[in-house]
């Protein structure tokens, strides 16, 4: 068995890593993945073909450079993935509760930002769902996954862009600053939950190491919400929470592209 190593430039989120698996699952002689998201290495486990898998992993634009490659003669089947997938469950669970919340408290308040971040707790539910359909599902039905995931990302996210220039240009809509602060400090409580019990697993594989970095993410906006929550009760506009909102948007159409992407 052929182990060859590449360093993927463009590799920091889940997205890259499912684009790479769903764009190699394919072949049959690729046999193992592995990951190494914090270096932005990928270890194949495969049999000949170089050339095929030099050509499939430039075509996904990463900047990909082959490494090394090895003979490895040890046993590299898939191990065992139980603790894996319970612990992604919880994190999706919770992301996707969180989701919820915020959206009902960001209408009610009429906050941006609190709108703004739910949709990006939704986008993490999404990616931490297609992590869990890595193994055994059928690669069209990932792809539309993907595609309809991407779609209702964007289109959810222009309405709030569009929503923010209205309030921009026309009368001022004042958010709750109370509800700004209150939730996201909750939703920041419970990324900081995801964080430990990702952090807890003690895994290598992406699909934790890349839930690490969306949670961390995620922790870093809470905050930014917070604070734009307080500018808000400090100079009595609702600039700040636009502010916040129109960033943490353009974070998810972002990545709602990568999603996309891997429809492709």
Same mark, same amino acid.
């Given at each position: ?10 590799? *920091? ?15 049959? =002689? ?5 990951? $190494? ?7 194949? /486990?495969?049999?000949?073909? %170089? ?9 996904? +634009? ?12 040890? $046993? ?16 999706? /669970?919770?992301? @996707?509760? =969180?989701?919820? #919340?915020?959206?009902? =408290? ?9 709108? +703004? $971040?739910?949709? %990006?707790? !939704?986008? *993490? ?11 055994? +599902? +059928? #690669? ?9 995931? &991407? ?8 309405? &709030? ?8 240009? &026309? ?17 920041? !409580? ?6 430990? !019990? ?15 970095? =969306?949670?961390?993410? *995620? ?11 307080? @500018?808000?009760? #400090? ?13 943490? @948007?353009?974070?998810?159409?972002? &990545? ?9």
């Amino acid at each position: 068995m052929n182990k060859t190593t590449y360093k993927v430039k463009k590799m *920091d989120c889940p997205c890259e890593e499912n684009l790479i698996r769903m764009k190699l699952e394919g072949y049959p =002689f690729v046999k193992r993945l592995e990951f $190494d998201l914090s270096n932005r290495l990928v270890y194949i /486990f495969h049999e000949g073909h %170089d050339h095929m898998l030099e050509d499939a992993l430039h075509s996904l +634009a990463l900047d990909s450079l082959r490494i090394d490659s090895t003979i490895e003669k040890r $046993d590299i089947w898939t191990e065992d993935n139980t603790h894996q997938r319970d612990v992604l469950r919880k994190v999706l /669970f919770i992301n @996707f509760a =969180f989701f919820v #919340l915020e959206m009902a =408290f960001g209408i009610l308040s009429k906050s941006m930002g609190l709108v +703004a $971040d739910s949709l %990006d707790m !939704l986008a *993490d539910a999404l990616v931490y769902g297609m992590s869990l359909m890595v193994v055994g +599902a +059928a #690669l069209e039905r990932k792809k539309k996954v993907a595609l309809g995931s &991407g779609i209702i990302q964007i289109a959810l996210a222009i309405f &709030g862009l569009i929503e923010i220039i209205k309030r921009f240009i &026309g009368i001022e809509v004042m958010p709750d600053f109370r509800s700004m602060i209150g939730i996201s400090f909750l939703a920041l !409580l419970a990324n900081s939950y995801c964080l430990w !019990l990702l952090h807890r697993s003690e895994s290598r594989d992406v699909h934790m190491q890349a839930s690490l970095i =969306f949670s961390a993410n *995620d922790v870093i906006i809470n905050i930014g919400v917070i604070s734009a929550g307080l @500018f808000v009760w #400090l100079f009595k506009s609702n600039i700040p929470d636009l502010v916040i909102g129109i960033i943490v @948007f353009l974070i998810v159409i972002k &990545g709602a592209f990568r999603i996309i992407g891997l429809s492709k």
